[in-house]
């Protein structure tokens, strides 16, 4: 390689170079010797114009004689030939792109196009290395959208990611608030709400409402009146927000050995990714970290082989998953934090070594529909205690390591699922859980598991060739309800009852290794009526409970 470096003061037209546009001009001139980089050192820029500094053109090998003197007449302070006669004007672009990068065009990366203050970025299909952070604006409202699905390959080299910040970290969350419906006025008590700025926004109740001013340590108001439930004594957090971003047709890639994030977002109000490819190494982390953002999306776009979690969601609120893939990453391929009201709809998780979606730390409002869940080395779908109000419905959660479905937490409703061929229990319920028209089916060990779940029902479910019961309501598992379905073909009990008050109405019970229903000693006042039990192992029903109704049966 040979280098020539010009001082751009001195041998530049104006003191100015277009770096972009003079790659182009050597490209096009009689020199033959192949070009490698033209680059600027020091200096300021501006939309693609270098001014004062370095300029350093870099060719494979040296130039002859006559070609030197086409790219610089041979002569020094100032340079003549192409040098003296190089347009260094803005380059054009079309009235919405602020900056175009790629090969021969304005800017030779995004972060160049970035760091003159483009907020909308058109990338021109290529692979381009990205050394150090990518860092999008605080501000927001950023659009880098590359040339084509696929096209535009960034190598985020070391410990590099793309990332955007709207608060820096600087949060408060000293005390508590209460909010009055109708009314744009919060309260605090123990707050010190002077550490809040007007265009912050504060969480409540996993719901972020914008900060129009604030009066005292404990009053501020909003932009506009809460029309919420009526509240009083909440926890709640505030920060500044960035106001926004749309990343599309961009593949961030991380090789061995290369560490971080690819694509950290904090603090975002309305942030989209849209079919993009998030691919990592083991030696990377998380594939995307949303932490305290709201109302962002991430959609048609996959997430592969990082090195933890494909993506965690964490203090956020109203994210949106759909139509997305999380495949190979080495933690969960999708994980929520204390978050709240999220969807995950039409996404394939398969192939994680965690879970396909671990939901945690008081996670609540949380819906997946129309999903696939499978051949993940953990569970299908985990949520951990403590947990709350998950919705699922419509999906498929099969060939996991795990259990297929382990809903722990209360209050979660599973409709019209297909839990299959998972390495563990098929379904495991949660406190005052509902489950409904599932097929449950060929899972290692129990098909639905209500150990420890009181107060919860199953209805309509279809739940066969199991390896241990078939639905197992525990000693702590009180006041449950299994209406309707199918039991049969499991490899212990088809229903297992040690629970109080518990109901077993209309279910087809048949062919189970051992009892077909078997209500166990220390289980009380519980009801067995108008099943059909035939053809199990053991006997059709067994009763060693107290005050148990057992009528309407038909066993033969």
């Not at 990068?101 to 483009?118: H, M, P, R, Y």
């Not at 192939?351 to 409002?365: D, F, I, L, P, Y």
């Not at 419905?393 to 409703?413: A, H, K, P, T, Y």
Request: overall charge negative; glycine content about 16%; hydrophobic content about 35%.
């Amino acid at each position: 390689m040979s280098d020539y470096v010009y001082s751009t003061s001195s041998d530049m037209p104006g003191g100015k170079v277009n770096p972009g546009r003079l790659r182009s001009e050597i490209l096009a001139s009689s020199i033959e010797t192949e070009l490698l980089d033209v680059a600027t050192g020091g200096g300021s820029a501006a939309w693609g114009v270098v001014t004062g500094g370095t300029l350093t053109i870099t060719f494979v090998s040296d130039l002859s004689s006559a070609e030197k003197t086409v790219l610089d007449g041979d002569t020094t302070d100032p340079a003549g030939g192409l040098l003296a006669a190089h347009d260094n004007e803005p380059t054009p672009v079309d009235t919405f792109w602020q900056g175009i990068v790629g090969t021969n065009e304005q800017f030779a990366k995004i972060s160049d196009a970035l760091a003159a203050g483009c907020t909308s970025i058109y990338v021109r299909n290529g692979v381009y290395v990205e050394t150090s952070d990518v860092v999008l604006p605080a501000g927001g409202g950023v659009l880098i959208t590359g040339e084509s699905p696929g096209g535009v390959t960034i190598v985020l080299v070391g410990a590099a990611q793309m990332k955007i910040d709207g608060c820096g970290g600087v949060q408060e969350y000293t005390g508590t608030v209460s909010l009055t419906h109708g009314s744009a006025t919060i309260t605090g008590s123990g707050t010190s709400f002077t550490n809040i700025a007007a265009e912050w926004w504060i969480k409540v109740q996993g719901i972020y409402l914008h900060v129009k001013s604030v009066e005292s340590d404990t009053s501020l108001t909003l932009k506009a009146p809460y029309e919420g439930k009526s509240l009083s004594g909440q926890s709640f957090i505030a920060h500044s927000m960035c106001a926004g971003f749309l990343l599309q047709n961009l593949m961030l890639y991380k090789s061995s050995g290369y560490t971080g994030i690819p694509l950290y977002m904090r603090s975002v109000n309305h942030g989209i990714v849209r079919d993009c490819l998030i691919s990592g190494a083991a030696s990377s982390s998380f594939g995307i970290h949303m932490l305290g953002c709201t109302e962002c999306f991430i959609i048609s776009s996959v997430v592969q082989r990082c090195g933890s979690h494909g993506v965690k969601i964490e203090k956020s609120s109203m994210a949106q998953v759909s139509a997305c893939a999380f495949k190979q990453n080495g933690g969960n391929g999708l994980e929520f934090d204390d978050s709240q009201n999220c969807v995950v709809d039409q996404t394939i998780s398969v192939m994680n070594s965690g879970a396909g979606v671990n939901v945690t730390n008081g996670t609540e409002q949380i819906t997946l529909t129309d999903s696939i869940f499978r051949v993940n080395n953990g569970k299908g779908v985990n949520t951990d205690t403590g947990t709350g109000v998950c919705i699922m419905d419509s999906c498929v959660i099969g060939e996991n390591g795990g259990d297929g479905l382990d809903f722990d937490g209360s209050e979660n409703l599973i409709s019209a699922c297909a839990i299959l061929n998972n390495g563990g229990v098929g379904i495991q319920g949660g406190l005052a859980g509902a489950i409904s028209g599932c097929h449950v089916n060929g899972n290692s060990g129990i098909g639905i598991a209500l150990g420890n779940d009181a107060r919860c029902t199953v209805t309509g479910c279809r739940v066969i060739d199991n390896g241990g019961v078939g639905i197992d309501m525990g000693a702590s598992g009180g006041d449950c309800s299994i209406q309707g379905g199918v039991v049969s073909g499991n490899g212990a009990e088809g229903i297992k009852c040690a629970g109080n008050r518990c109901a077993i109405q209309g279910v087809r019970v048949m062919d189970n290794t051992n009892e077909g229903i078997e209500i166990v000693a220390g289980a009380t006042n519980c009801i067995v009526m108008g099943n059909i039990a035939t053809g199990n192992g053991t006997a059709q029903i067994t009763d060693n409970g107290t005050g148990t109704v057992v009528e309407h049966n038909v066993t033969a």
